[in-house]
């Protein structure tokens, strides 16, 4: 018998039962993000699924990505940030925001 042939079955099996166990985790926890999404307007959702694309964004890509007004922007930005779903970094013209 070749176990040549064998031994990738079996790193593929392993593989799979590492995996899938994560998989499961994972998908429960965007479960439950999505879930507490639920009550927020619909541009924090649409910043937060931009902001899940990209690992940063500022104030005028964030305008660009939603086509959402920059102050409105801005008010949606800092309730995000307050409820701490997302992270404010830099300062005035320098400031980008992250999960």
Known sequence: MDMSVILPVMNEAEN???LIPRLVA??????ITRSSEADLPE???RVLEALRTK???????LASITGANRN???VRLRELVADKRVQQRGKARATWYSL
């Open 16 to 18: 799979l039962r590492v």
């Open 26 to 31: 994972l998908l429960d926890r965007e479960r």
């Open 43 to 45: 541009l924090s959702i």
């Open 55 to 61: 690992e940063r964004l500022t104030i005028a890509q």
């Open 72 to 74: 409105t922007l801005k």
